[in-house]
């Protein structure tokens, strides 16, 4: 079964480090905020309305893990995915909490994704993190043999955060997600994508190649394991990669309710030297 999360650092999922100060921008921020509040008010009223579509009965998350999931959420559902990240980088502690998702079906294999990075702190002090709309489609539904289940993901992310903790612009990122059953119990995922980071050193955005390679398998009913390879390469620097490894678990409270903890590590490049989380995600009654 697909056990899914985003990557730190992009802008379709939650617990994304803390970018380095940069110029400020407060009526970008105002604007931003608004836009988000906006959508927040439409979700309401959209989980308020009585949806016809049939709801899936298995929970497939987009995290632990840092590989997107190529499952939408059926329409008319709600599905919030939240966690808590600390990682140490060079002897420097930091973390985020609560990194937040919010997925809600809208039917023709179509999610809608309003995300939150939390509130982080570290040596730089604390303070909140960047929003993300998106979107993802899925276009393949199930995986049959080399055929992959297959979905795009596209979404931006918007400086509602603090100063010191936001990117201080409006930055997209896309994704292809696939995902291959190779038996009932084995999966194995992968993305190919790129997210763009406003910079304080140039006028424009500094692209960054994303990859990520996961292998998960259900234990028993309600227990999922996971290990995974993932990276990136920022394309306006040299030797500026970062690849790492990580392993966890998921845990179903409840048919609708999963635990889950994970750990793992920086390779190579520019990434965390070990990092731990753990997260709950929930899908609302209808």
């Known amino acids: 079964m697909p056990i899914m999360l ?5 802008s379709l ?31 309401m009223v959209h989980v308020g309305r009585d949806v016809a579509n049939a709801q899936s009965p298995e ?25 808590y990240l600390f990682a140490r980088d060079g002897g420097v502690d ?6 937040t998702l919010v997925r809600v079906g ?7 994704r309003v995300g939150h990075a939390g509130v982080a702190g570290g040596a730089e002090g604390r303070g909140a993190g960047d929003s993300m709309l998106g979107a993802k489609i899925n276009l393949i539904g199930h995986a049959d043999g080399w055929r992959p289940e297959l979905a795009i993901l596209g979404g931006i992310s918007l400086p509602t955060g603090d100063h010191e903790f936001s990117s201080n612009g409006v930055d997209p990122s896309f994704l292809l997600s696939l995902a291959y059953e190779l038996s009932p119990g084995l999966s194995l995922g992968a993305n190919v994508g790129s997210a763009w980071e406003s910079s304080s050193e ?17 234990v028993t009913d309600r227990l999922g394991v996971f290990l995974e390879l993932f990276g990136d390469w920022l394309t306006t620097a040299a030797n500026a990669t970062g690849v790492s490894v990580d392993g966890g678990f998921t845990f179903l409270l409840a048919d609708l309710v999963q635990f ?27």
């Open 6 to 10: 985003t990557r730190r650092r992009r």
């Open 13 to 43: 999922g939650r617990e994304s480090p803390s970018p380095v100060s940069r110029c400020p921008a407060p009526t970008s921020r105002s604007s931003a905020r608004r836009v988000v509040a906006v959508v927040l008010l439409l979700l």
């Open 59 to 83: 929970l497939v998350t987009d995290r632990p893990d840092q590989t997107e999931s190529a499952t939408v959420v059926s329409g008319g559902a709600v599905q919030v995915e939240m966690g």
């Open 94 to 99: 930091r973390y985020e909490v609560p990194g």
């Open 106 to 112: 809208l039917g023709g294999r179509t999610e809608l």
């Open 202 to 218: 140039e006028s424009g955005q500094e692209a960054t190649l994303l990859y990520s390679l996961v292998l998960g398998g259900g």
């Open 260 to 286: 889950d903890l994970y750990v793992g590590r920086g390779l190579r490049g520019i990434n965390d030297d070990a990092f731990i989380g753990t997260g709950l995600s929930f899908r609302l009654p209808r």
